[in-house]
């Protein structure tokens, strides 16, 4: 399993995506990227053993359950004349675009329709998720975003409701980012569904051999991990600018 890099480029998916969204200011930033963190984790309830699965024990064990039922389920229903004959449970539903649209959507429409204590529950939610993979350093992180958040503005907890279509796009990008990292190991990930591709509905897309990596192994721990997490303090609110400014201060006095 590769959670804590799942979280990680989510983290840094969000962080990239949040001033195009309206998540312009720092607390804001935070909050968005540890959602959509969060759900770079959520593919992965179809498989039992994942983090997700484990993370609220016998609910989220139960709807891992469902979720492997009903991908089963799907993928009899509509692999294509070339699909191998196979469970259909793991890496299929729910690591589609069609699966993170959905969920989505859905979080969209019922945050907005059950108001703050659903878009409360979703980020609580998306963040015991990223720190079971990412550690404890994410909840102090994130729980001082919404300090300030709170702080910064006396209806902060009102102001949560306008943040449903926010968590809508946090979740989808979350799920898809999962998916194109899962894409990116040697058993691909079948994410174009239902478009059919050389026979198969659900065809594992994958880079060429040589771009391929193995979870858990060298080029996940030495190379896109690290990357990755210089990237998600780089992509922090004025924190480029700030080492930029920093590094050509350095440069000057060097020249001088």
Not at 93 to 116: C, D, I, S, Y
Not at 164 to 192: M, N, Q, R, Y
């Amino acid at each position: 399993m590769m959670g804590r890099t799942h979280a990680l480029t989510g983290w840094c998916a969000g962080l990239g995506l949040a001033p195009f969204v309206g998540a312009g200011t720092l607390h804001e930033a935070v909050v968005f990227a540890a959602v959509t963190a969060g759900f770079a984790l959520l593919p992965d309830l179809d498989h039992p053993g994942a983090t997700a699965s484990k993370l609220l024990g016998p609910v989220t064990r139960g709807l891992s359950w469902l979720l492997r039922r009903g991908s089963s389920a799907l993928y009899a229903l509509t692999k294509g004349p070339r699909d191998e004959n196979h469970t259909g449970t793991h890496r299929h539903m729910t690591h589609t675009v069609a699966f993170a649209a959905a969920l989505g959507g859905l979080t969209a429409l019922g945050t907005e329709t059950a108001g703050p204590y659903a878009v409360a529950a979703v980020v609580i939610f998306a963040l015991l998720l990223a720190e079971n993979a990412l550690g404890d350093w994410l909840l102090p992180v994130a729980g001082s975003a919404v300090v300030l958040w709170a702080l910064s503005s006396p209806s902060a907890f009102d102001d949560l409701a306008q943040l449903s279509g926010w968590l809508g796009i946090a979740v989808a990008v979350g799920c898809v980012v999962h998916c194109l990292g899962d894409a990116l190991t040697e058993s691909g990930c079948p994410f174009l569904w239902p478009l059919p591709i050389a026979g198969e509905t659900w065809y594992e897309i994958r880079p060429p051999a040589v771009l391929r990596f193995r979870t858990g192994k060298r080029a996940e721990n030495m190379l896109l991990f690290p990357v990755f997490s210089v990237l998600a303090v780089l992509l922090l609110p004025g924190v480029f600018d700030l080492v930029a400014e920093h590094v050509d201060a350095v440069a000057t006095a060097m020249r001088d």
